[in-house]
């Protein structure tokens, strides 16, 4: 980077950090249990990807308030690493996760400054709510930094909207920055914002469509602030991230809850199709450093694979129906191997060898197990087999 970009990223970075400081963004947040690294460790066994370990290292960059690391805490003994460009979101962070003791650290730094020869490497990276907001410099540098942190067989989660919808929230962004004053005190900043948009609304002419000005209306005064107030928003595709990450060997798996397109075999048609199907939202997109490549069954390893379905009879055509207690709601279950996991683990989770292993004793072994791992897939998707981390 020249030193003009560098001073002009420098410019917006700092920008961004008045604004987490003077508005910080979800204080006291808890993180998210679909975030946690049981479940996106379970996305990547899905693929084949999975380091195996109890003690996997995290970095978050953005962290905020340090929600998410607290989270990711309870789930490994590894070293745990927050980094912040708001010098009161990582007092929050550092004050909450004190008692994590040594294996945890926060830094407030730029990510403009990131030292990756220094700050070592990691299992599992969170970009969460921060690659659409930074400017194109951090961006380009946040892939890099990314390329040289994430340990092969390693995770990363990244949350972006996608790239319709960015185009008219960016349009509203831009058309509120022409009519209010930028330098007003935060209060009185987001009140005019939101009276021009209730003013778009109002008369109805704009080209501004009313999912987005009711998104603007209706989201909590943070993220109205960050999102409309902010110097940057910045499109992202899954495409656009698969090709950057995967020169560097990072290829996209899925959505943090596998979506349509999960048995599409190589990441860029997936991705392609995580695009088609976004229709504009917020996704959560998990990534993994040599994703498809060393995707034998054997390394699916110590995930726990755990179902709530138990055996409730047969349909009129003799397929095996299985149900949800809870729920009540029954499925048929084509695959005669599958039902048969099926029994095996509504007796206790078992790992995904164990379940190799036992379908390779049934004739047509191999073949019967590829099918049961595909119809992982669409039961993962269903919500009714689920990953169970053992730390
Ligand atoms: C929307 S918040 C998300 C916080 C947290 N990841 C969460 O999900 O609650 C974005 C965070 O990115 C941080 N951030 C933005 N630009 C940054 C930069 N250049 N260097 C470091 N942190 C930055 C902000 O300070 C803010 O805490």
Known sequence: MSARENQDARE???KIAEGYDLVPYNPNGTGSPG???????GVAALYGEFPGRGDIDVLDLGCGGGGQILRAAAQTTGR????DISGAACAEAAGRCAALGSRCKILHADLLDLDVASIGTFDLIYLVGVYYVVPAAVQKLLVDAIAACLSPGGVLMISYYSSPIWRSIDALRLSIHGAIDLTAPPAERIRAARRHVESIVENGKSDISAQITTHALTCDEPTFFHEMLGPVLAPVSTVALEETLGAAGIHFLNWIFPGPFAQVATPLARAQGADRMAGGGYHYAVFAKNAGVGG??????NVQWQTRLRRAGASQFGLAVCADPASGQGLEVANSATGRVLDMLAAGPRPWPWVYEEMAKQPSGTAYATAV???FLTLWQQG???PLWAV
């Open 12 to 14: 917006v970075t700092a």
């Open 35 to 41: 975030l946690d690294p049981s479940h996106l460790f």
């Open 373 to 375: 791992k595909r119809d």
């Open 296 to 301: 034998a069954d054997a390394s699916w390893n």
């Open 384 to 386: 009714v087999v689920t």
């Open 80 to 83: 745990l690493v927050g980094l």
